[in-house]
């Protein structure tokens, strides 16, 4: 902006001093193109100096995505450009980018560097659509370590303003700190695959880490202890309403009673989570007219419903049925949950998957050490109901 300010006064000037091209049409022919030449480049200087002008006041216009591009934007778009080659130079050959702090955003290059924003984004959309909870938890990313809840009784989350508060009214407020825990993966692949460049790298990686963390992730989202991983729902039975069978088989009046089990108020959107053994059983289920209480979808894209709901099969759920062949159901199991998970269960995502290459520990092949960092609770019980099996 300022170079082209300046052609345009030096050139503004040279012309001033010419001052007209009739005052010298005796001259040489030579300078009269000479000034029109001038006269030529004066127009096109001014007209790229008004589009930059134009270009600047739409820059501090509010950015509005349905009807054009920030400038914010393309300028973040080269940025990751340049950074994604710098990574895919790191994955394919170990170079590390010279710009340390923006790829790694720490002083450490111990703990690796961040992967690419499309990399991030395929990962997390890949998760979701192999994770069950995923699909239906409400899912927060944070920046943190942690992620403070706070929970307030139902009576006290609304009301009238016309009606009289009572200040000395002690409120209980429950703060619960969900923290995010270290999950890592550890992709191989041989310098050979690296250094073919029709391999699309970053994609397989992203693939990778996918197929690792989604398994992990919904292990630890069902079963998980709170210990050094996400506390599962199984790990807050104590928390969940918990239904129980009238004897090792489950029957129609089971479900039936964990369906009506649920406050209405989370019925709307509540869904079914069981395992593959417990599909069995279920799809075998009939009703007194011998209907099937299992309804298979009619229509692509349509789930499959028990009661009108939804039902979710997790390999992680536990396995219920004592032996092949029967439906005899291990005493004490947790068979079914059913509820609506997007108010009962959240997963909390720290936005940071960091790379380390190893081409050492494990020759021939090149290790990438990579990490990721997830927390999970139930941060309403009333969310949620459980059937176990009779004890």
């Not at 009289?164 to 703060?175: A, C, R």
């Not at 979710?312 to 032996?323: C, R």
Request: aromatic share 8%; glycine share 4%.
């Amino acid at each position: 902006m300022t170079i082209l300010k300046k052609n345009f006064e030096k050139i503004t000037e040279t012309t001033n001093n010419l001052r007209s091209l009739d005052e010298i049409e005796n001259k040489d022919a030579v300078i009269k193109q000479q000034i029109i030449n001038l006269n030529k480049t004066i127009d096109e200087q001014n007209q790229i100096i008004k589009n930059f002008e134009n270009l600047s006041i739409k820059q501090q216009r509010p950015h509005n995505s349905m009807y054009g591009t920030s400038i914010n934007l393309t300028i973040e778009n080269h940025f990751d450009d340049e950074y994604s080659k710098a990574f895919n130079r790191y994955l394919r050959q170990g170079i590390e980018p010279e710009d340390h702090n923006q790829c790694q955003n720490i002083n450490s290059r111990d703990s690796g560097y961040k992967i690419t924003n499309s990399m991030n984004n395929e990962i997390i959309n890949g998760l979701r659509s192999m994770s069950v909870m995923r699909k239906i938890s409400d899912v927060v990313s944070i920046s943190r370590e942690s992620y403070d809840l706070v929970t307030l009784p139902e009576n006290i989350k609304a009301g009238w303003s016309i009606e009289e508060i009572d200040q000395s009214q002690n409120i209980p407020i429950n703060k619960i700190q969900v923290q995010v825990h270290e999950l890592y993966a550890q992709p191989k692949a041989t310098q050979q695959m690296l250094d073919d460049s029709s391999i699309d790298i970053e994609g397989w990686f992203s693939r990778e880490l996918i197929d690792v963390f989604s398994n992990a992730e919904e292990n630890a989202f069902i079963n998980g202890d709170g210990k050094g991983k996400p506390n599962g729902l199984i790990n807050n039975l104590d928390k969940i309403k918990t239904c129980y069978t009238d004897n090792n088989i489950i029957s129609v009046d089971d479900v039936a009673k964990l369906y009506y089990s649920l406050n209405s108020k989370y019925s709307y959107n509540a869904k079914f989570i069981i395992g593959h053994d417990m599909a069995y059983i279920l799809r075998t289920l009939k009703n007194n007219q011998g209907s099937y209480l299992w309804q298979p979808s009619m229509q692509l894209g349509q789930p499959d419903t028990i009661l009108g709901k939804e039902v979710l099969v997790s390999q992680h759920m536990p396995q219920v049925k004592s032996n092949n062949n029967s439906n005899n159901c291990i005493s004490g199991i947790t068979a079914v949950f059913f509820g609506d998970f997007s108010h009962g269960y959240k997963i909390i995502d720290r936005q940071d998957i960091r790379v380390l290459r190893d081409p050492f520990t494990q020759k021939p092949y090149v290790k990438f050490y990579t990490t990721k960092r997830v927390g999970g609770t139930i941060n309403n019980p009333d969310a949620i109901r459980a059937l176990c099996i009779k004890k």
